[in-house]
């Protein structure tokens, strides 16, 4: 019978993802996720497979959170849609400039690094930035019904562009562009959307 785990495995998680997550994927060896952790090889290895199988679980984790996150910044009714969407917008510039570790966005680094010769990682990058692309023209569309934006412009457009817009600022910022050059750059977004 197998003994019962006798660590916190979101915790464990955590640290995982924030080792990963500075260290990229090629850069974190096992010995740094077992210094992370304080956990030996066969408990890690037991618990979640290998290095790989263990950054798939901590990439997934990180995407769900960040589609939940956006989801929950950009619901609700037609009447302040756009006021979400702005809102958000300059939530990303302000927390990007903010990042004084200059660690940008998981989901951005980890499809950087590994998209191109890990299947997992480019689907499970590309199903997310769908759904935020989705989520985001959603947003538009409201505030299209509320008539804070031009009825006759294409949602998913918009929302392609303010996706543009906003992963360039998280780039951008990882670079060390200054914090009121990351919130012009979000201003002049949505100054470009149109209003009517």
């Not at 480019?122 to 930035?129: D, E, P």
Request: hydrophobic share 45%; with cysteine; proline share 3%.
């Amino acid at each position: 019978m197998a003994r019962p785990r006798s660590f916190d495995q979101d915790a464990v998680l955590g640290a995982v993802r924030d080792q990963f997550w500075a260290t990229g994927y090629a850069g974190t060896s096992v010995d740094d996720i077992r210094a992370a952790t304080g956990l030996g090889k066969g408990s890690l290895y037991g618990a979640f497979g290998d290095k790989h199988n263990l950054f798939l679980r901590v990439f997934d984790d990180y995407c769900t959170a960040l589609t939940e996150a956006v989801r929950q910044a950009l619901d609700g009714p037609d009447a302040g849609a756009y006021g979400r969407l702005r809102g958000h917008v300059l939530a990303v510039a302000d927390a990007t400039a903010s990042d004084v570790c200059l660690r940008g966005c998981l989901l951005a680094k980890a499809t950087a690094e590994l998209a191109a010769q890990d299947t997992a990682v480019a689907a499970r990058g590309r199903q997310t930035f769908e759904a935020l692309e989705e989520l985001i023209a959603s947003c538009v569309a409201a505030a299209q019904r509320a008539g804070d934006i031009k009825a006759d412009s294409d949602p998913a457009r918009l929302a392609g562009l303010l996706l543009a817009v906003l992963r360039g600022i998280e780039a951008l910022g990882k670079g060390g562009s200054s914090p009121s050059s990351l919130r012009a750059i979000a201003e002049t977004a949505l100054a470009v959307l149109p209003r009517p």
